[in-house]
Structure formats: C-alpha cells, structure tokens
C-alpha cells in the first residue's frame, strides 16, 4: 500500500514538557489592562491565574493517555501527514462520521461527544444512532503536518478528508459533520458531493446576508445582524491579522506559551456564552490541553495560516449555490455568527435539521456536547 494508516501514538519528550514548564516560570508579563473589563482583550489576572493552574494542577500525560487510547492514527494524503482519530462504534451498523474542528480549536473539542455517538447504548440512547468516528487535525493544526507551500485551504482539505475515508472502507456511505472552519470544509464537502456522502451537519453557517435579507430582516434577525456586526467591529481583530499578516505574530505564538495562550484564550472568552468567563463553561483543563495542541507541536504559526488560504474564499456576499446534499444546522445562542431557518432554506437545498439550543456558543461541542449530539443524531436519523 502506497500510503498506508499507521497507529500513531502520542508521547511526547520529558525535555519538551521540561522547557515548557522553564519557559513559564521565566513569563515577563504585561502591564494590566487599563480598564475594568476585556474590551482590551484577555485581563492579565485571568491569564495568569490560568498559567498558575498549567504549572502547578495540570497534567498533560493523562490527555496523552486519552488520545493515544482513541486509536490515534496517521497517514499521508497529498504529500502531507495527516493525524486523526479513529473511534469504531460496537455496533456494526453505524455510520461512519468525519468531524472537524477550526480554529483555535482542536480534535480534542470532540472529546465529551465520542462515547456518546459512538457507543450510545452505554449513554442512555440507541443502537441505531450509532456512528464510528474519524476526527483528523487539520493541515497545520496539533500533530497533523505544516504545508510548506500555499494551497492548503478549504477545498484542498475537503478533497483530503474524501480520501482518508476511502482509505479507512468509508467511502460508500458516510456522514459529516463541523464548526467554525470545520464549517466550511463540510460545506465545501457538501457541495462536492463526493461518492458515499450522505449529508453534512453544522454548528456554525459561514455567509453573508443578501441585501433583501437585510431589509426584510425581523426582530430577531435583526438582533443576528447586530451581534454579527460587533464581532466584525470588535471582536475580529485576531482574524484580520491570521488573514493578512500570519507570520508577523506567527514568532510570538512559537516562542511564547502564555502568549500562545492569551491569543487563543482571547476566542474562548469572545465567543462562548460565559460572559468573558470562559472556565465557567469549559473546564479549565480542557481549555490548557487545547492550547497545549498548538504549543507542542509548535502549530500556532502554520494553524493561523489556514486563514491567509481561507478567508474571502467562503464568507461570499448573498445567497450562492445552495448546498446539494442533505443538511442538518444546529444554532447556539452565544454564537456570533448566526442565521434564521428561513435563511438557512436559502442556502441548503434539502434541509433536514435545524434548530435553536438553549445554551452555548461557537464552541458547541465543548460547551453543549450532549444538546450537539443529539442534534447530529437527529440530523442523520433519517438518512441511515
């Protein structure tokens, strides 16, 4: 076999975790914020008491541990190294899903939804909701390779993730799934229509409304428009700086963990519903092994570059093609970016599924794990 699929457990080197924790101890922090809020961006007391727990409560061998038990697995698509995890459900009729996670996410996102999607009898549900799961890192991200040449974007992911499946006995029948960037490669999924895809599942819609959209918009549309506009106006910075600039703060995410660290706890504190306050939602372990995704393989730098490929690609003005397959949209309450059922209409040619939760954020899958899996159950239920 030309590129075959080799177990890839995950250790990594006791010098690394030694320099991390060395580097840590030796953070020159910045002055405080001059005000009494985070419209500045992450407040120094938050960030440090985070870098207080990561060096004295966390443990990052027990994540280790986790990963390597989830079958954690490589191959090579396209001349790059692709990591992912590959979790086959007891029961024989599931339905092969590919989940992907964006930005500053990770395939550990998924964590609290793998049991139950893949063995949901053990989880109170049935065996006919039953799925195996492949979740890869992206290009750039956790142990998946950096792209040393452009071209690594939405598309030529999706075109990868169609190989992995026909690689693991996937491709006759199999089902998607994604938020933020893993949104759009689902979407650019969909509308590829490759062999095998039954439907696709999001928890975040990249679009922007039609102008007719605008003006006809209701109440509550309204207030979607609104809170899209203040993530455009203040809130996005660290998007326009991945897509026009990576490599300018790309030396201070490799060189620096809590500036790692502040960067990307800057998204989880913007776009959860935690009221700037992300811990109350997310475990705080769970948000360091996210970081630590990016620190130890040092993929902050090429993981933002996937905006410089990406950005002005998906996010396209007004209605375009609606998407052919089968679809299944789910709409968190704190997610920024949101849109109405009849706007979904718009853009999904078949859509199955949608619905409102009642709580969570961009990161559904780590805020609301248990509302998101049983809307992907829902979603898929009557395509098996």
Same mark, same amino acid.
Request: charged fraction near 20%.
């Given at each position: 076999?030309?590129?075959?699929?080799?177990?890839?457990?995950?250790?990594?080197?006791?010098?690394?975790?030694?320099?991390?924790?060395?580097?840590?101890?030796?953070?020159?922090?910045?002055?405080?914020?001059?005000?009494?809020?985070?419209?500045?961006?992450?407040?120094?007391?938050?960030?440090?008491?985070?870098?207080?727990?990561?060096?004295?409560?966390?443990?990052?061998?027990?994540?280790?541990?986790?990963?390597?038990?989830?079958?954690?697995?490589? %191959?090579?698509?396209?001349?790059?190294?692709?990591?992912?995890?590959?979790?086959?459900?007891?029961?024989?009729?599931?339905?092969?899903?590919?989940?992907?996670?964006?930005?500053? #996410?990770?395939?550990?996102?998924?964590?609290? *939804?793998?049991?139950?999607?893949?063995?949901?009898?053990?989880? #109170?549900?049935?065996?006919?909701?039953?799925?195996?799961?492949?979740?890869?890192?992206?290009?750039?991200?956790?142990?998946? +390779?950096?792209? %040393?040449?452009?071209?690594?974007?939405?598309?030529?992911?999706?075109?990868?993730?169609?190989?992995?499946?026909?690689?693991?006995?996937? #491709?006759?029948?199999?089902?998607?799934?994604?938020?933020?960037?893993?949104?759009?490669?689902? %979407?650019?999924?969909? &509308?590829?229509?490759?062999?095998?895809?039954?439907?696709?599942?999001?928890? *975040?819609?990249?679009?922007?409304?039609?102008?007719?959209?605008?003006?006809?918009?209701?109440?509550?549309?309204?207030?979607?428009?609104? +809170?899209?506009?203040?993530?455009?106006?203040?809130?996005? #910075?660290?998007?326009?700086?991945?897509?026009?600039?990576?490599?300018?703060?790309?030396?201070?995410?490799?060189?620096?963990?809590?500036?790692?660290?502040?960067?990307?706890?800057?998204?989880?504190?913007?776009?959860?519903?935690?009221?700037?306050?992300?811990?109350?939602?997310?475990?705080?372990?769970?948000?360091?092994?996210?970081?630590?995704?990016?620190?130890?393989?040092?993929?902050?730098?090429?993981?933002?570059?996937?905006?410089?490929?990406?950005?002005?690609?998906?996010?396209?003005?007004?209605?375009?093609?609606?998407?052919?397959?089968?679809?299944?949209?789910?709409?968190?309450?704190?997610?920024?970016?949101?849109?109405?059922?009849?706007?979904?209409?718009?853009?999904?040619?078949?859509?199955?599924?949608?619905?409102?939760?009642?709580?969570?954020?961009?990161?559904?899958?780590?805020?609301?794990?248990?509302?998101?899996?049983? &809307?992907?159950?829902?979603?898929?239920?009557?395509?098996?």
């Amino acid at each position: 076999m030309t590129n075959p699929v080799e177990s890839f457990p995950v250790h990594i080197p006791q010098a690394q975790l030694d320099d991390l924790a060395q580097r840590l101890a030796q953070t020159r922090w910045p002055d405080p914020e001059t005000v009494c809020d985070s419209s500045q961006g992450p407040q120094l007391a938050r960030v440090r008491a985070l870098v207080e727990h990561w060096q004295n409560a966390y443990d990052w061998r027990a994540t280790e541990t986790q990963l390597n038990q989830w079958n954690s697995s490589r %191959t090579e698509i396209d001349g790059l190294g692709i990591h992912f995890l590959h979790i086959r459900s007891p029961h024989p009729d599931a339905l092969p899903l590919l989940m992907t996670h964006g930005w500053p #996410g990770s395939l550990l996102e998924f964590r609290e *939804m793998i049991g139950p999607l893949t063995d949901p009898t053990a989880h #109170g549900g049935n065996a006919c909701d039953a799925f195996h799961l492949v979740i890869p890192a992206l290009p750039g991200f956790g142990f998946s +390779d950096k792209p %040393t040449s452009p071209g690594w974007g939405v598309e030529k992911t999706a075109s990868a993730w169609v190989q992995l499946m026909e690689r693991l006995g996937y #491709g006759q029948r199999w089902a998607a799934q994604g938020g933020d960037w893993g949104s759009a490669v689902t %979407t650019a999924l969909g &509308h590829m229509r490759p062999s095998g895809l039954i439907g696709i599942h999001l928890n *975040m819609v990249m679009y922007q409304p039609s102008e007719d959209e605008i003006a006809q918009a209701t109440p509550e549309e309204q207030r979607m428009l609104a +809170d899209a506009q203040r993530y455009i106006q203040e809130l996005s #910075g660290y998007m326009k700086v991945q897509s026009t600039r990576p490599q300018s703060v790309g030396f201070a995410l490799a060189d620096s963990p809590v500036g790692l660290a502040a960067w990307i706890y800057a998204l989880f504190q913007d776009a959860t519903e935690s009221s700037g306050e992300p811990e109350r939602v997310i475990d705080i372990n769970a948000l360091i092994d996210d970081i630590m995704m990016y620190w130890l393989p040092n993929a902050g730098p090429s993981s933002i570059r996937f905006y410089w490929e990406g950005i002005g690609k998906t996010q396209k003005s007004g209605p375009t093609t609606a998407v052919p397959v089968p679809a299944g949209v789910s709409m968190f309450p704190g997610e920024l970016l949101r849109l109405s059922r009849r706007w979904a209409q718009a853009r999904f040619a078949d859509l199955r599924f949608f619905a409102e939760a009642e709580h969570g954020g961009h990161f559904a899958a780590m805020e609301n794990p248990a509302v998101l899996t049983d &809307h992907v159950r829902e979603t898929f239920r009557s395509l098996r």
